[in-house]
C-alpha cells in the first residue's frame, strides 16, 4: 500500500527565505505527483503535476524535482511571500486514478 | 464559467440522521471522487466514479454510499451507520488516464 509523508509538518519563516518542502513515498509505481495548496476551509488547487517520466517542473517561484527510484519529491519556494502561507499537500497517482496524499505542511510565511 | 461546486458550505447532521453532500461539475469529467479530511490528516478516498452507473469504494466507504446517474453529479450520503462523521468533505473530477483532479471547494459536516 502506497504511504505517502511529508516532513516538516509545519514550517514557519521569514519573508524572503527560500524553503524546501518534502515528499516521500513508499512505491515507485506511480504515474505522477503532484502539489497542492491548500487555504485554511478551502479546497485544493494544484500548483505543480509531475509526469513519472519528468524530473521537475517550474512555475514562477515555485519549482518541484522528482525522483521516482528514491521516492522523493522536493518542493522549493523562492524569496518566500507572507501570501505563500498555506498548507502545501502532495500526493501520488498510480495508473488507475488511484491518488495518495500526504498530511501536509503548513508553512508560515512572516512579515 | 467552468468548474467543481460543493453544497452546502456547512452541513449539521442530528445523531441518527442521514444527510447528503452535493457535487456538481460542468468539466466534463469522466472521473468524479468523495474525500474525508481530518485535522492533520491528508485526505482519504471515500468511493470514485470512473463512469456513469459505476462506482467503487475507497479506503473508508463504510457509513457512506454514492450514486452516479448524470455525469456531472456526484452526491454522497453520510449515513448514521458512519458513527464519526465530523470532517471536511472534498469532492474532486477529473479525465481518465491519471490526469490531474479539479477539487471544490468541500463541505464542513458538524454533528449537533
Known amino acids: 500500500k502506497q504511504e505517502v509523508t511529508q516532513i516538516p509538518a509545519a514550517l514557519s519563516v521569514p519573508e524572503g527565505e527560500n524553503l524546501v518542502l518534502n515528499c516521500s513515498f513508499t512505491?515507485?509505481?506511480?504515474?505522477?505527483l503532484q502539489w497542492f495548496r491548500q487555504d485554511p476551509g478551502k479546497g485544493l488547487t494544484s500548483l505543480l503535476l509531475?509526469?513519472?517520466?519528468?524530473r521537475e517542473q517550474t512555475s514562477g517561484r515555485l519549482n518541484a524535482s522528482l525522483d521516482k527510484s528514491s521516492g522523493r519529491s522536493t518542493l522549493y519556494i523562492a524569496a518566500s511571500q507572507p501570501g505563500d502561507s498555506a498548507t502545501y499537500l502532495c500526493?501520488?497517482?498510480?495508473?488507475?486514478?488511484?491518488?495518495?496524499f500526504g498530511a501536509g505542511t503548513r508553512l508560515t510565511v512572516k512579515p | 464559467d467552468g468548474g467543481i461546486t460543493q453544497s452546502p458550505k456547512y452541513l449539521f447532521r442530528k445523531e441518527g440522521q442521514n444527510v447528503t453532500l452535493s457535487c456538481e461539475q460542468n468539466l466534463n469529467h469522466d472521473a468524479m471522487y468523495w474525500y474525508r479530511q481530518d485535522p492533520g490528516q491528508g485526505l482519504r478516498l471515500i468511493y470514485y466514479s470512473q463512469i456513469v452507473n459505476d462506482f467503487q469504494k475507497g479506503d473508508i466507504a463504510e457509513g457512506y454510499s454514492v450514486s452516479r446517474e448524470k455525469k456531472e453529479s456526484f452526491p454522497l450520503t453520510v449515513t448514521s451507520a458512519q458513527k464519526n462523521p465530523t470532517a471536511f468533505y472534498l469532492c474532486a473530477s477529473s479525465g481518465t488516464g491519471g490526469e490531474t483532479q479539479y477539487f471544490g471547494p468541500g463541505t464542513r459536516l458538524l454533528v449537533l
Open positions: 512505491d515507485s509505481a506511480i504515474y505522477n
Open positions: 500526493a501520488v497517482t498510480r495508473n488507475n486514478n488511484d491518488m495518495r
Open positions: 509531475i509526469q513519472s517520466s519528468q
